[in-house]
């Protein structure tokens, strides 16, 4: 390693603690952040100075400089904020489950209601679909098709009132045994009394075990005057927030989860009735920040982190030290991972190429018997394995005597590699620590 950059993470270390002005200086640019996300004013502010009691004085993680660590203690309070773990539909003791969907036109009710459904039968669960939107011309044949689509079935009786529609829908389910009965309801371009009448004629009548609010969090700012009425009105029970592949950062989240208190359950990313998603706090905590001057401080985190992970390694490395128990290290870090065919299969375009491919991972469970075989000595100065102890390694593992040679080679392999690197100026030890 060159001294610099020895001496640059000594530097980092020791911070301290933060103080007041660290403090305040990265809090101006997560506020920023915060409000580019369309964060409502109030919330953010609130927010930030919530976080500046809590961050002052706090100590400052090895390796993260003051703005670093404030950043770090924002994204862990943002999504503390927003419900910290993942929350899932409430099913009624005794079926069916009644889930009704609520919100202004537009904002996705019947798209998520059919979106549901279709997640809800992938969970072994019978869903009924039911019209109580009599309004909006074409409403119910919208049902019928994205129903269809989910193969659930939609009840449906015209134009009458839909308290009764609910009603009857609850009595039909329970007849033909669906276990969940979801209520696409009617929305109105803003509220109005009338609408919030009618919801709390059918919350009073049927006593719905969940009331999604769905929102669309392409709404921003109004998105929190929405929740709140709803809220006060009908006492939601989760909310449902659509149309987050579009280009927003998705703030509504955490003002509709600051006003209401209520969780965000679900997430739609599409038009298509697969894209619906259980809601993850921590990701959407890094959506929001995750833009313009703070995501670059973050990502520097990110590879400060990794760089010092790289340096230990690195230094043995260049000192030409690697020996066969770092290579049993690193087996135990790719088998932490998972199947590797797996781990592969996840990249883009890898996948079906990968479908018949002849990968296997008990090789490495080979490798690593063959290693369990050797003495330590062995492991420390492989030169030490001559024939004879080839042979007995061999035996110990269970493997042939050419994968033991196998092996060796890889091992010699690397470290040629590595003297290679350090042969090399600064630029080139450095480039081959960060890989
Ligand atoms: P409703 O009036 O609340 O019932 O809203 P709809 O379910 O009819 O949805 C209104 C429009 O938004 C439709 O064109 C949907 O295809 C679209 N939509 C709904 N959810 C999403 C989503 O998550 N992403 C995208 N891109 N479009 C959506
Ligand atoms: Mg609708």
Redesign the pocket.
């Given at each position: 390693l060159s001294d610099k950059l020895s001496n640059a993470f000594k530097k980092l270390k020791n911070k301290g603690k933060l103080t007041e002005s660290d403090v305040k200086e990265a809090m101006r640019e997560v506020r920023l952040a915060l409000l580019e996300a369309d964060v409502n004013f109030k919330v953010a502010k609130n927010f930030t100075n919530k976080v500046t009691e809590r961050a002052i004085g706090q100590d400052v993680m090895e390796s993260l400089t003051p703005a670093q660590m404030v950043v770090k203690i924002v994204n862990e309070e943002l999504t503390a904020l927003m419900g910290g773990e993942e929350e899932k539909i409430k099913f009624a003791s005794k079926p069916p489950t009644v889930i009704m969907m609520c919100?202004l036109?537009?904002?996705?009710?019947?798209?998520?209601t059919a979106k549901l459904a279709k997640m809800l039968k992938s969970q072994g669960r019978r869903p009924l679909l039911v019209a109580c939107?009599i309004y909006?011309p074409a409403a119910i044949d919208?049902l019928k098709v994205v129903g269809a689509k989910a193969g659930a079935p939609v009840f449906e009786m015209g134009k009458k009132n839909p308290v009764k529609i609910a009603k009857e829908a609850i009595k039909h389910a329970k007849d033909y045994g669906n276990d969940v009965v979801i209520l696409?309801t009617a929305?109105r371009l803003h509220i109005d009394e009338e609408l919030m009448e009618e919801l709390k004629n059918i919350k009073k009548e049927v006593n719905p075990d969940e009331i999604l609010l769905?929102i669309d969090s392409m709404t921003g700012q109004d998105a929190v005057n929405v929740a709140k009425s709803f809220n006060d009105l009908l006492e939601i029970t989760g909310v449902i927030l659509?149309?987050?592949?579009?280009d927003t950062r998705g703030g509504a989240a955490l003002s509709v989860k600051e006003v209401t208190g209520k969780p965000i359950k679900f997430c739609?990313?599409?038009?298509k009735l697969e894209?619906l998603e259980v809601f993850h706090p921590d990701r959407m905590a890094s959506r929001i920040l995750g833009m313009g001057d703070v995501l670059t401080l973050i990502e520097d985190v990110e590879a400060k982190l990794d760089e010092k992970k790289a340096e230990a390694v690195a230094k043995k490395m260049m000192e030409n030290k690697m020996d066969f128990n770092d290579l049993l290290q690193q087996f135990e870090q790719i088998k932490k991972m998972g199947p590797i065919k797996g781990i592969l299969g996840k990249i883009p375009g890898l996948g079906k190429q990968l479908e018949n491919a002849d990968i296997d991972d008990r090789q490495i469970d080979w490798c690593e018997a063959i290693i369990y075989s050797m003495t330590q000595a062995e492991r420390e100065k492989p030169s030490l394995i001559n024939a004879s102890r080839k042979k007995r390694i061999a035996a110990g593992s269970g493997r042939k005597v050419e994968e033991v040679n196998r092996l060796l080679k890889q091992l010699e392999q690397m470290q040629k590699m590595m003297k290679q690197f350090t042969g090399k100026g600064k630029k080139g030890k450095r480039r081959a620590m960060m890989k």
């Open positions: 919100g036109q537009g904002s996705g009710k019947t798209t998520h939107d909006r919208q696409d929305g769905v659509t149309k987050l592949d579009g739609g990313t599409g038009e894209d």
